[in-house]
């Protein structure tokens, strides 16, 4: 028997509340499928399971607050034997050890029942979900206007009409200010505590980038076409394989550097705070095949409908304030993590090129680091990596 715990979700969390179950006992499930929802103080998250079997015996009940490491329910893996089955073992042996045969279970006089595989959810964002119950509303009547039919926070509100748009906005409100907060202020208070930052920075010209950026869209379709953001991803999990000491994590007291490449990405929601998702295998896939993978975690990020895996093993985080029209960023590295990156917005300066001056469009990335596990040479190298991979765009 296998117990299913409650993972955690972050350097910050302590504990969640289990707000629903997708499964109920005798259920099949597979690898990566959704179980249950448990709310944070990032939002309300999908946790899956990770190994194959069924689902025995649930533990926690919705809306009970447990600590990370809870055993949510148990599960019986793929070719565990059935519980009974264990009982009859441990019968057997008891009964060899008092030297008499084991009573013969009764004969099975009822059909075998075929295990039932998990039920198909209807595509619903846990917010959306949460709110449904806490209106009563069941969300199988509801049309989803969402990606695939799902059913967004926005149709269950709809659906309730204009007093609960209102008290849904300010909940919204309270929230971002409470829980989300109070988990960022606790992850950068101990970031800022243990760690011992040191910064770099450095400014790009990002022209070549951005023209073949431009050339390349131009001959795709509106959905095909990329963001540069993609790019800078990419030159970061390129840059890695040259100072892979940025990638990692510091735990036990020394310096864990990884080969894969997960790369968190910032993410600022509409409704205040932020969250950090990761961007899984950076540097085995291509641009194509990254930008909609970077569009669907953004999009889930701010519809509350991310995956517990997605907030579990990022190995470096990237942050861009570009949007906001700010130049420079000093980030804050997030634990147990080892390094940042920082970019601002892209500006127009006077560059020299070949000895003569041109205004050319500018980045400027920056570096926080854990001083514990690289240096400030090391760092350069790193930054100096991005700078010449974002300069052949078509390499990466």
Known sequence: MS???????????????????????????????????????????????????????ILVQPDEKVPVGTVL??????????????????????????????APEPAATAPAVAIPEAKERKRISPAARKRARELGIDPEKIHGTGSGGAVTLEDVISSAGPAALVETAVKGE?????????????????SKKEIPHYYLSTSIDLTPALSWLALRNAERPLPQRMVYAVLLLKAVARALEKVPEMNGFFVDDQAQVHSEVHIGVAISLRRGGLLVPGLRDVHKKDLDSLMPDFADLVSRARVGHLRSSEL????ITVTSLGEQGVEMVFPIIYPPQLAIVGFGSVVERVWPVDGKPQIRRIINASLGADHRASDGHRGALFLAEIDRLLQEPQKL
């Open 73 to 102: 329910a148990t599960y019986r893996g793929e070719g565990e034997p059935e519980e009974k089955i264990e009982k009859e073992k441990v019968k057997k042996e008891i009964a060899a050890e008092r030297g008499k045969p084991a």
């Open 3 to 57: 117990e299913f715990q409650l993972p955690s979700l972050g350097a910050d969390m302590e504990s969640a509340t289990l707000r629903e179950w997708f499964v109920n006992p005798g259920d099949r499930v597979k690898k990566g499928d959704i179980v249950a929802a448990v709310e944070t103080d990032k939002g309300i998250i999908d946790i899956e399971i990770f190994e194959a079997g069924t689902v025995e015996k």
């Open 174 to 190: 309270e929230k971002a200010e409470t829980g989300m907060r109070r988990a960022i202020a606790a992850a950068m208070a101990r």
């Open 312 to 315: 579990q093993d990022a190995t």
